[in-house]
């Protein structure tokens, strides 16, 4: 079936409503191959930050299984892990990465997140201090049910954070999605605290992927589209992005049809 594209922006930033989740996966995928070839062409760094959790699922299928790409070269990092999650519990997110990238392709580097660091703050500033070497032009993300970017929820977001990283509290619907998803058997097994990049680090990135399928996460595109640019949805600051692309598929644009049939 052919994939019917509705492309609009929103402030700066662009979004493409495709036929179905794996459809925007693999147009977000093409992006993301696109770019990299461009970078390996220009002898750019190629720091890549990559997302994890259901909303990549489609993304990162489609990208590894794309030939001739130049992971070789690619440094890639994540953008957050759960505090005090052992690496190997389903949820862990060096676990996703490890199953879903890493142990798929042959990258130049990737540098894990320890969630389970003894030295906590050494270890983000070891951390940050190799994400600044890399100098990453590419981040492929995600926008969370209560309007986050990687961890930074509502309660923790600040456009201007001084920090490069940090350890945050998750609210209560950042943990519930959690558990909607399958993560977790139920709300009190999920952390109360993670390790993530802020939101001043990603968004020096100049390129921003940005992949959000399914039903779930229609009030968060509809809030990210049209409420004030605000930390109470973080993701409204996408709007500010020089070069910010959502993808998403019929269930997440659900909200925003209407919006999408004036334009």
């Known amino acids: 079936m052919s994939d019917q594209v509705t492309r609009f922006k929103a402030g700066k930033m662009k979004l493409e409503i495709h036929s179905s989740k794996q459809a925007a996966g693999a147009s977000a995928a093409r992006a993301a191959a696109e770019e990299m070839r ?5 002898d750019e760094s190629l720091g890549v930050i990559f997302a994890t959790g259901a909303s990549q699922f489609e993304t990162l299928e489609a990208l590894i299984s794309m030939p001739g790409l130049p992971w070789d070269k690619v440094q890639g990092f994540h953008m957050d892990e759960y505090v005090g999650i052992d690496e190997n519990h389903p ?5 996703y990465l490890r199953e879903r ?3 798929r392709v042959a990258m130049r580097a990737f540098y894990e997140m320890d969630g389970n660091a003894a030295e906590m703050d050494r270890f983000a500033r070891e951390y940050i201090g190799r994400l600044e070497v890399a100098n990453p032009k590419l981040c492929l993300l995600g926008i969370g ?22 350890v945050v509290s998750l609210d209560e ?48 595109i509809r809030r990210t589209v049209e409420e004030p640019i605000s930390t109470s949805c973080p993701s409204t600051l996408l709007r ?9 598929d019929p269930d997440s644009a659900s909200e925003i049809q209407n919006l999408v049939s004036l334009l």
């Open 240 to 248: 500010t992005h020089e070069d910010a692309t959502i993808y998403l």
């Open 145 to 166: 049910e209560n309007g986050h970017l990687a961890f930074n929820d509502p309660c923790e977001a600040n456009f201007d954070d001084p920090k490069a990283i940090k």
């Open 38 to 42: 461009r970078l390996d062409r220009l």
């Open 173 to 220: 619907a950042c943990r519930r999605q959690q558990v909607a998803e399958g993560w977790f058997a139920k709300l009190d097994e999920v952390p109360k605290q993670a390790l993530t990049l802020t939101i001043p680090t990603l968004f020096r990135i100049p390129k921003l992927i940005v992949s959000v399928p399914g039903p779930r996460k229609a009030s968060a």
């Open 101 to 103: 990238l890493t142990e």
């Open 91 to 95: 949820a862990s997110f060096r676990r």
